[in-house]
């Protein structure tokens, strides 16, 4: 019979091969499914149930030993609740426990009426006094009245009708309350707890001795409920724990199981005919990727997951796109490096060799001048009278050599790593404004209109003996150019995200190809102005700016306004305090 089904089974196609084969694993589960639940499941559930019971209650039995004073209710209560336990006092003859006082009862104020009520609760539920509490109320007796329905913080807790003329609706807060030392008065009328206790001796407990105590299962009723016994000092702890019923819990599992495995098989039925379809897809859908990869197509991916041969085979074929593409990009990517490198260090060569021919340029004029100026004096070549004047062009030229050589450090200083700027927070604003009284003789001198705007205590961190010096050159270049008695304004603001720096001489401009050239080192463009500065600059000056500007990481610039030149620098947020 087996070699018959094996044959038949063989002969089938591989979409039937691979159905029947679901079919019969669905129905090998469901088969040890169903046994497991009938036969297993109950007792172990059951048992789960009784262990973790066991652990509550010896934590319950140790706390209850701790007691001081016989103020067991606080414990008793939470256990209970927690636990939905019946759970009593007994002495040493097993007879239930007074409650002292033998009612929880409290005292209500009326919110509406403002009478007080001493009032019974017939339930054993802790009460706050913060607690709201409201509910009908009838006559218990000259000092007592009871509730007959009563909420807690709006929450039911029992409702029972009241008929009695006496009865009447209280609504307001705690104000005391009296508790009893145990909750034996609200179970004393249970049942099971009186079938219980009716038969506890030390003889008939004797067979069930269970750790500290002693467990057996109850007789009473239907219910399957186990018996805990305690002792507590002198008395016992009765607790009654009822087992939730399994056949219903297994009833209703199974029945949700047969109805997944049903659907399960239904679902397979209906899709059968697409698994063989589905089996040889991935094989085409990688086979494509292979040829566009081949092709250096790497944009497309595989991403069949139908199978463990179709994912790992899918996983490869993408990793090798993957590898490849970040192969060429990377290559790509170097080579553009290398060729920006190769392009800025040539800009580099290119301006370090203007810096040498332009330095070279620079000091050999001076030091030629300042030569024949002493030799002619050493050979008596000029008169006497003439060479104090001689001796002052000579100071003059040493003078402009020095503050070559000055400049050209501070580029060096800017350039090397080993020397960092040195950044601190100061008051911007009064650096600015000082910038009237250092040019203020020449300010005078030109009789130029000098406007300025100038935001009160704008702090920022940077290096304020290299930032003066740019605001010195930007303001000694607009004075150069800047027709007599035209207008010089200097103006500075600050924003929510940034500062902005700016000196606008009027009644000048500066052509274009200047504009494009004026940051280089040395370079000088015709311009129509005269320079007013007795001594000449060192040529490096704006592209030394540059360079401190570009170490603080300030936007700056120089541009043409309608009638004027506007010399500016932007600081971002990131530098401000």
């Known amino acids: 019979m087996i070699k018959f089904f094996k044959n038949l089974y063989y002969k089938q196609s591989l979409t039937t091969q691979i159905t029947l084969l679901i079919i019969l694993v669905f129905i090998t589960f469901f088969v040890i499914q169903f046994f497991l639940n009938t036969t297993f499941f109950p007792n172990f559930y059951e048992q789960r149930q009784i262990d973790a019971f066991a652990e509550r209650n010896q934590e319950y039995i140790e706390n209850m030993s701790g007691v001081v004073n016989d103020d067991y209710y606080s414990i008793m209560y939470t256990f209970s609740q927690n636990n939905n336990v019946v759970t009593v006092m007994v002495d040493e003859n097993f007879n239930l426990l007074t409650s002292e006082p033998a009612q929880l009862s409290v005292n209500v104020r009326d919110t509406l009426s403002s009478f007080s009520y001493n009032a019974i609760i017939a339930n054993y539920r802790v009460i706050r006094s913060t607690d709201n509490i409201s509910g009908v109320i009838r006559q218990f007796d000259d000092n007592y009245w009871i509730f007959t329905t009563l909420n807690i913080n709006q929450e039911i807790i029992y409702v029972t009708p009241c008929n009695d003329p006496s009865c009447r609706v209280v609504n307001g807060q705690v104000l005391s309350q009296e508790v009893p030392n145990n909750v034996n008065h609200a179970f004393k009328n249970d ?134 593409r970040e192969a060429l990009e990377n290559l790509n990517h170097n080579n553009r490096e290398l060729m920006d490198l190769y392009k800025d260090q040539s800009q580099q060569v290119d301006l370090k060799k203007q810096l040498v021919s332009s330095i070279s340029h620079e000091l050999k004029t001076p030091l030629m001048i300042i030569q024949v100026t002493i030799q002619g004096i050493i050979d008596g070549v000029i008169p006497t009278e003439d060479i104090s004047e001689e001796f002052e062009t000579a100071l003059q030229e040493i003078n402009r050599s020095t503050l070559l050589i000055q400049d050209l450090l501070d580029v060096y200083r800017l350039d090397s790593k080993e020397a960092p700027l040195i950044r601190q927070e100061f008051n911007f604003s009064k650096m600015v404004e000082a910038l009237h009284k250092e040019f203020k003789l020449v300010i005078h001198q030109e009789n130029f209109n000098y406007l300025e705007s100038i935001e009160n205590n704008v702090f920022i961190k940077a290096d304020p003996k290299l930032l003066k010096r740019v605001l010195s050159n930007f303001m000694t270049n607009a004075l150069k150019y800047t027709p007599f008695g035209e207008t010089i304004e200097v103006n500075l603001r600050q924003d929510v995200d940034f500062i902005t720096f700016e000196i606008i001489n009027y009644g000048t401009k500066i052509d274009e190809a200047i504009l494009t050239n004026i940051w280089a080192p040395f370079y000088r463009g015709s311009n129509d102005q005269i320079e007013r500065s007795a001594t000449p600059g060192s040529g490096i000056g704006l592209y030394l700016v540059s360079e401190i500007l570009k170490a603080h990481h300030f936007e700056f610039g120089i541009n043409n306004l309608k009638n004027g030149i506007r010399a500016y620098i932007i600081i971002k947020n990131d530098h401000l305090t």
Do not use: C
């Open 191 to 324: 049942e099971i707890v009186e079938f219980e206790i009716s038969k506890l001796t030390a003889s008939f407990l004797a067979p069930y001795r269970y750790d500290d105590g002693y467990r057996y299962m109850s007789s009473f009723g239907p219910r399957n409920t186990q018996v805990y016994v305690n002792p507590i000092g002198d008395n016992f702890v009765v607790s009654v724990f009822s087992l939730e019923n399994t056949s219903t819990i297994v009833s209703i599992l199974s029945n949700y199981q047969n109805l997944v495995y049903l659907s399960a098989v239904i679902l397979i039925l209906l899709y059968s005919f697409r698994i063989g379809s589905v089996a040889s897809k991935p094989i085409k859908r990688v086979e494509r990727v292979a040829f566009e990869i081949s092709n250096l197509n790497f944009d497309l991916e595989a991403t069949e997951f139908k199978s463990k041969e179709a994912i790992s085979l899918s996983k490869s074929i993408n990793s090798l796109s993957k590898n490849l």
